[in-house]
């Protein structure tokens, strides 16, 4: 059975920087790709970054410059870093993926950017 764990997420001041972390377990990790996605509070879940089962990435628009996703399949593991974080950066953040045609999704992870 696919397993999605996140984690790293909290509570960081305006500006700050925080790194996410999402562990596959029950799946051979470097056949997927990744992405990172996120839902705030009465808005519909988005993309935030994704990455191939290589090194190849995209990112939304709004959080180019400022996250960096990456992967280590050694560990089995997607990191999502997230600095000079933004109000507007408020969401559950989700792990997600792609076997093919499977998708599977971690649970979330809370990130609040005080102002």
């Known amino acids: 059975q696919v397993q999605l764990v996140e984690s790293g997420g909290g509570l960081v001041q305006a500006g700050g920087s925080l790194r996410l972390s999402c562990t596959a377990s029950g799946t051979t990790f470097s056949l997927a790709a990744m992405g990172w996605y996120r839902q705030a509070p009465g808005k519909q879940r988005e993309l935030v970054a994704q990455?191939?089962?290589?090194?190849?990435?995209k990112y939304a628009d709004s959080v180019k410059g400022r996250f960096t996703i990456f992967r280590n399949n050694a560990e089995n593991t997607v990191h999502l870093q997230m600095n000079s974080l933004k109000p507007e950066d408020r969401a559950v953040y989700y792990c997600?993926?792609?076997?093919?045609?499977?998708?599977?999704w971690g649970q979330g992870t809370q990130v609040t950017v005080s102002s």
């Open positions: 997600r993926g792609i076997w093919g045609n499977y998708d599977y």
């Open positions: 990455i191939t089962t290589g090194t190849d990435t």
